[in-house]
């Protein structure tokens, strides 16, 4: 199953995430190969995990595609409809939005490499996975512009860099670049090259163009082939810094990486940006997706103004 989700290039947390649910699929029904097992077998299985298990409507939708792609693309043994599924309840959850004012708040708790992460979520709606993912080539400074490279679906994105940013990034990239150059002088300096680059250009992980903007402190070591160089920084260590940054804030609000996002969306459209721009930015495949966040605007429901505000100041006010 491996093999065939790499063919296809299915991405790593999506691979993880497809094992567990045949996995566990394959426990539920005592072990017994997936062969042995048809429609009903994967009915029981999807109507436990919303019955027994309470879990989410996307979690139950994720565990169906894993047990599809089992059947369809590994077993090449395709399941008939697949019906009389309990299908668990999908809330309608509005995400946490921070003002300006609470964002402002939160950023000067942060410092270095943290706040130069958070300002790319919030000021070009990047996932965090998608920031520690940049390579020095998605940043031009001229247009002012981040390209996100293969990012959730495996598309390709342009979004806005905050021009508070530029200068703080240039200095921070003299600083890696510095870095960099030594560990090739010492016989390292090789990062991971998306798919099969490697192959194609076997000098390429040295050049200082592919390197991680935000590298981890210690050089990772390649276990097959024993080259070093430095993967980028893991999410819990951003994460932790902000769980930090906002209860020094006084925050009350439950804040994480993928808050900053939502904030940014959120503004742009109280700033009055197209909401099909929005999208863009976004990477949304779905102009539907995007529309969630006129329901946050602060001006009312769907950002729309209220008529009551243009009347005449009421007795009180006078």
């Avoid at 979690?59 to 090449?76: G, P």
Wanted: hydrophobic share 35%; charged share 30%; glycine share 6%.
């Amino acid at each position: 199953m491996v093999e065939v989700l790499r063919v296809r290039h299915y991405s790593r947390r999506t691979e993880e995430a497809y094992v567990h649910w045949v996995r566990r699929y394959i426990g539920f029904h005592d072990r017994r190969h997936p062969r042995e097992l048809a429609e009903d077998e994967v009915n029981r299985f999807l109507t436990h995990l919303a019955v027994e298990e309470h879990v989410a409507a996307s979690t139950q939708n994720q565990a169906l595609s894993a047990i599809l792609f089992l059947y369809e693309h590994v077993l090449q043994q395709p399941l008939d409809r697949i019906e009389g599924v309990v299908r668990a309840r999908r809330p309608k959850r509005l995400p946490v939005v921070l003002t300006v004012d609470e964002v402002s708040r939160v950023m000067p708790h942060l410092a270095g490499v943290k706040w130069l992460v958070a300002m790319l979520l919030y000021g070009g709606g990047l996932r965090l996975l998608e920031a520690l993912r940049l390579r020095v080539k998605d940043l031009d400074f001229e247009r002012g512009e981040i390209t996100v490279r293969e990012g959730k679906g495996d598309k390709d994105r342009v979004t806005t860099m905050p021009r508070a940013t530029a200068r703080p990034l240039q200095e921070h990239l003299e600083q890696v670049k510095s870095i960099h150059q030594q560990d090739v002088a010492d016989g390292y300096g090789r990062v991971d090259l998306p798919h099969a680059l490697v192959r194609k250009y076997p000098n390429a992980n040295r050049e200082w163009c592919w390197q991680f903007v935000f590298p981890q402190e210690r050089r990772w070591r390649n276990a097959k082939t024993g080259e070093q160089g430095r993967h980028h920084i893991d999410e819990s260590l951003f994460s932790r810094s902000l769980k930090t940054a906002v209860r020094q804030a006084g925050l009350t609000k439950r804040v994480t990486s993928h808050t900053f996002r939502h904030s940014f969306a959120t503004h742009l459209l109280a700033d009055g940006y197209d909401i099909r721009t929005v999208q863009e930015l976004l990477g949304h495949k779905d102009v539907r997706t995007t529309m969630i966040y006129t329901h946050v605007l602060n001006r009312g429901g769907r950002g729309v103004r209220s008529p009551a505000d243009g009347l005449a100041p009421g007795p009180e006010e006078r």
